[in-house]
C-alpha cells in the first residue's frame, strides 16, 4: 500500500526559504520508472505542478518557478525534500506530494494529504 | 510551455444526466492526459490516465477519449458523489494542469 505525507511548517515569513518533505512508503524510490513530484493549490484555485523527481535522481521543474525551487531524494529515509526560497504571499497554498510511475503514463496515482503553507509577516 | 485549457469551467447538472467535460492542449501531446476529481478539502484522486485508461476502483460511468489536442471526460450518469472539481493535465512535456471544471448540482 502506497501511502505519502508531507510535513513542513504551517508558516513562513515573506522572502524566507520553505522546506517540505514528503515522507512515503509502499514503493521504493531507487526503483526504475518511478517517480515523486510536488503540487501546489492557492486557497480557492486551480492546482499548479511544481517539480519532481524520477528514480535515477534526474529533475524536471515548473518553468515558472524553476530558478525557486530544488528538489532532493533520499532514498534511504524513503523521503523527498522541497525548498522554495523567496517566499511570498501568492505562495500560499496547500502542497502536496504525489507518487507517478511510467506505468500510468507519468499520472499521479497516489497523493499525500496536503499541508497548508501560510506566507505573512 | 503546454497550455491545457478546460471547458466549461463550472456546470450544473443533476443526478443521472450525462456529463461532458473538454480539455485542449496549445500542441499535440500524443495520449498523455490525464483526469482528476477532486473534492474540498481532498487530494486529487486520479480517474483516468493516458487519455481513456479507467484507474483500478474507478466507477466504469467514467470514460476518457482524445488524441492530440482535444480530449474529453464523460459521466454518464451524474452520481450525487460525483460532485466535485474535475482537472486535466498532461505528461507529455513535464506536467500542466486544466484550471477546473466545477461539476454543481443543479
Known sequence: QITLKESGPPLVRPTQTLTLTC??????????????????????????????????????????????????????????????????????????????????????????????????? | DIQMTQSPSSLSASVGDRVTITCRASQSINSDLNWYQQKPGKAPNLLIYAASSLQSGVPSRFSGSGSGTDFTL?????????????????????WTFGHGTKVEIK
Open chain 1, 23 to 121: 515522507t512515503f512508503s509502499g514503493f521504493s524510490l531507487s526503483t526504475n520508472g518511478v517517480g515523486v513530484g510536488w503540487v501546489r493549490q492557492p486557497p480557492g484555485k486551480a492546482l499548479e505542478w511544481l517539480a519532481l523527481i524520477y528514480w535515477d535522481d534526474d529533475q524536471r521543474y515548473s518553468p515558472s518557478l524553476r530558478r525557486r525551487l530544488t528538489i532532493t531524494k533520499d532514498t534511504s529515509k524513503s523521503q523527498v525534500v522541497l525548498t522554495v526560497t523567496d517566499m511570498d504571499p501568492v505562495d500560499t497554498a496547500t502542497y502536496f506530494c504525489a507518487h507517478g510511475s511510467r506505468h500510468f503514463d507519468w499520472s499521479f496515482d497516489y497523493w499525500g494529504q496536503g499541508t497548508l503553507v501560510t506566507v505573512s509577516s
Open chain 2, 74 to 94: 464523460t459521466i454518464s450518469s451524474l452520481q450525487p458523489e460525483d460532485f466535485a472539481t474535475y482537472y486535466c493535465q498532461q505528461s507529455f512535456s513535464t
